[in-house]
């Protein structure tokens, strides 16, 4: 059986579980990171020599970066999300790669970190318009990517919309301004509708939430 290492709230731990249970593959989540703590550990170490989450073992594969996880995930047992072909593949990659470089770090480190993670009265509210405004401008690139195709890489769900939907819970649900966006609104509406999706992405962040943010 698949056992992820890494607490249900982590941004970078949700799509590897998203993943799994979209393709009805049989796993295990164990608490690691954050107040679950156990990353500190020389078994742990062993694993993701980072002490970092998630950390996957199946079979005789033990791995660490959730990107490569996902890819590892469904070239193993999900060919519907990344095919083998290296043309068709190609797109996915691309817009992959694209959620987690540009999307995550906005969403994520800058506007989900100064409006969850940090008290009010220390939050450095320049860096944060700053990321609000730049969230703005990447959105719609991805809203016009989403008027084209039902999905961020083509016609069908691939593992670029596992990796960029799993921000859209924390973007769509933080408070702060949203630019009109009608093709992504509806895109997240459907992915709202997946049960894998409610069950592993749409996970209360107030746990996280430090005291007086």
Do not use: C
């Not at 679950?36 to 989450?53: A, H, Q, V, W």
């Not at 596992?162 to 009608?182: H, M, V």
């Amino acid at each position: 059986m698949i056992t992820v290492y890494g607490r249900n709230t982590s941004s970078n731990v949700q799509p590897v579980i998203w993943l799994l249970s979209e393709l009805n593959l049989p796993h295990k989540r164990i608490d690691a990171g954050g107040s679950f703590g156990g990353t500190d550990t020389p078994e742990y170490r062993k694993m993701n020599p980072m002490g970092l989450i998630p950390s996957l073992e199946d079979d005789d594969v033990t791995m660490f970066e959730s990107q490569a996880i996902m890819r590892y995930i469904a070239g193993r047992h999900g060919e519907e999300f990344w095919p083998t072909d290296p043309i068709t593949r190609a797109p996915i990659d691309q817009w992959m790669e694209w959620a987690k470089t540009t999307i995550a770090p906005n969403v994520v480190y800058k506007v989900f970190w100064q409006l969850i993670r940090t008290p009010a009265t220390n939050r450095d509210h320049a860096a944060l318009e700053e990321a609000v405004l730049a969230l703005r401008h990447i959105m719609f690139i991805a809203d016009d990517q989403l008027s084209k195709n039902d999905w961020l890489a083509g016609d069908t769900m691939s593992l670029a919309d596992i990796s960029f939907g799993a921000q859209l819970f924390r973007y769509f649900t933080l408070p702060f301004e949203r630019a009109e966006l009608p093709a992504l609104s509806a895109y997240y509406s459907r992915l709202t509708e997946r049960p894998a999706y409610a069950e592993h992405v749409m996970v209360s962040y107030e746990s996280l939430r430090a005291p007086g943010a």
